[in-house]
């Protein structure tokens, strides 16, 4: 079967460095989804990875290793306002994205 | 650019209820989709399009009705609504179904509940 696990719940710090983790089995791989979301709004999209290795973006880095099945997001400088759900989601070869449960984030000060 | 528009943003029906949601993107993407997001669940596709005119089932299709008639719109129906279909509903567009075409944009949900 196809499958996306992250764990369900972290916390962190204000200010700290947080990663949250990502393994995925699917039937083939045309990319991997990293999207935010804030209770009670809408998902948006944070990162896309397809190539093995990091991609920074500001404040946020997303990192693959196709061969593990494995990414992560990384959030440096927590700020309050990063208080939120962060969804993974892969999309199998050319298929329909495939979305994680979703990690929801605290960020305490 | 308004993005993607979901109206309305929040209903209660009773059970057995018909109505109407609507979904419009003004970013003349191809792919649409609708999808209902419950705790526990994550986000589960009910029907997608891939084109005007064109529709397709997705995980959860049973009690729902789609159509693209236009290009930038696509209608999500509950012909007889049941307590089971309370849910936050979202649609989503997006350019392709490719790699970073696949990114998807969302729009700001539906709030529905069936008493």
């Known amino acids: 079967g196809q499958n996306i696990d992250q764990p369900t719940e972290m916390t962190a710090t204000e200010g700290a460095i947080v990663q949250i983790n990502c393994t995925y089995q699917?039937?083939?791989?045309?990319?991997l989804f990293w999207y935010q979301q804030h209770a009670g709004e809408a998902p948006t999209f944070l990162s896309y990875?397809?190539l093995d290795g990091l991609e920074e973006k500001g404040r946020f880095s997303s990192f693959l290793s196709r061969s593990k099945g494995y990414s992560y997001l990384l959030l440096k400088e927590l700020q309050m306002k990063d208080s939120a759900s962060y969804l993974c989601a892969v999309t199998p070869n050319n298929r329909k994205l495939i979305w994680g449960l979703g990690t929801s984030l605290a960020v305490n000060p | 650019n308004a993005g993607v528009t979901q109206t309305p943003k929040f209903r209660v029906l009773k059970t057995g209820q018909s109505m109407t949601l609507l979904c419009a993107q003004d970013m003349n993407h191809e792919y649409m989709y609708w999808y209902r997001q419950d705790p526990g669940m994550g986000l589960r596709l009910i029907h997608y399009?891939?084109?005007?005119?064109?529709?397709a089932k997705g995980e959860v299709p049973d009690g729902y009705n789609v159509s693209r008639l236009k290009k930038q719109n696509f209608l999500l129906g509950l012909e007889s609504a049941a307590p089971s279909q309370t849910s936050v509903y979202f649609c989503a567009s997006s350019p392709g179904a490719s790699g970073r075409t696949d990114t998807q944009y969302f729009g700001p949900g539906t709030r529905l509940t069936v008493l």
């Open positions: 699917t039937s083939g791989f045309n990319g």
């Open positions: 399009s891939v084109g005007e005119g064109t529709t």
């Open positions: 990875n397809v």
